[in-house]
């Protein structure tokens, strides 16, 4: 393991970047996992760690410890805790960084079971929740419009929990010719001339369409629907959180598959 203290070091700047810029991320292909259970799933999956970065009082964690023994020690870099700090993609340093490559999508595999398309969705959060949520249900396909967080940047990854492993993510897509031969329907969240969720027939294959947490789907992608889809709500509410409406949707979609 190698100790580095300066933060003019080459290595922290890299790492640095990684941590906060999407551009930098995108054109080296590579981005940050934080903290000990993204780097667990990462290693359970088989994903090739290309570094790990640990923190003085990370290393003496014990969960932590047990994870550096799994990777190759010339890979992992030891700093102090300021350091760790400064090159931590969240608010909350976990003691633990890996670096690894964002793996390639597979273009021009046709999708012909369900899958979510994203229109719009900027939060990390909702963006990582709804990734979860897609996995959890076996949803492996989530397509991400021009418009959306940085699928792969730390804060998604953080909030999805490891989801990213098991699923196709597509970003910057042409929704239309993304869902230009899909077999089932497509069926947009919207409360226009919309049918109640729980009077659908879901059994089939389906594409989501989720859009924006402030404007909704963009006037094109919600084109592509072939019914738009209302989940109702007797308490009064006009709208739901669009992670918690993905949730509802794909969940809904599951219990009547069973």
């Known amino acids: 393991m190698k100790p580095i203290s300066s933060r003019d070091n080459p290595t922290i700047k890299h790492l640095h ?6 551009r ?5 292909g590579r981005t940050l996992l934080d903290g000990a259970h993204l780097l667990g799933v990462a290693l359970e999956k088989g994903v090739d760690v290309l570094q790990i970065v640990v923190s003085e009082s990370g290393r003496r964690q ?3 410890e047990a994870l550096l023994a799994r990777c190759p020690s010339e890979r992992q870099i030891e700093v102090p805790d300021r350091l760790f700090a400064h090159i931590s993609p969240v608010d909350t340093p976990s003691g633990v960084i890996a670096v690894v490559a964002v ?15 994203l229109d719009g969705v900027q939060d990390p959060g909702n963006l990582g929740t709804i990734l979860r949520t897609a996995a959890a249900v076996a949803v492996k ?29 597509r970003e910057g897509v042409d929704a239309a010719a993304a869902l230009e031969a899909f077999p089932g329907a497509i069926l947009a969240a919207d ?5 109640e969720l729980y009077d659908l027939d879901l059994r089939g294959p389906v594409a989501w369409l989720f ?29 739901l959180n669009v992670g918690v409406a993905a949730g509802v949707c794909l969940f809904e979609q599951l219990r009547q598959r069973r």
């Open 17 to 22: 970047a990684l941590a906060t810029s999407a």
């Open 24 to 28: 930098d991320r995108r054109k080296e």
């Open 62 to 64: 014990a969960e932590i």
């Open 103 to 117: 793996p390639a999508a597979d273009e021009g595999r046709p999708i012909v079971d369900s899958c979510v398309l």
């Open 141 to 169: 396909d989530v397509l991400l419009t021009p418009g959306c967080a940085q699928a792969w940047s730390p804060r998604v990854l953080r909030a999805a929990m490891g989801a990213h492993f098991g699923l196709q993510i």
């Open 191 to 195: 409360l226009r001339d919309a049918t």
């Open 211 to 239: 859009g924006s947490e402030g404007q909704g789907l963009s006037a094109e992608v919600a084109a592509l629907a072939t019914r738009r889809v209302l989940i109702p709500m007797p308490g009064g509410m006009e709208s």
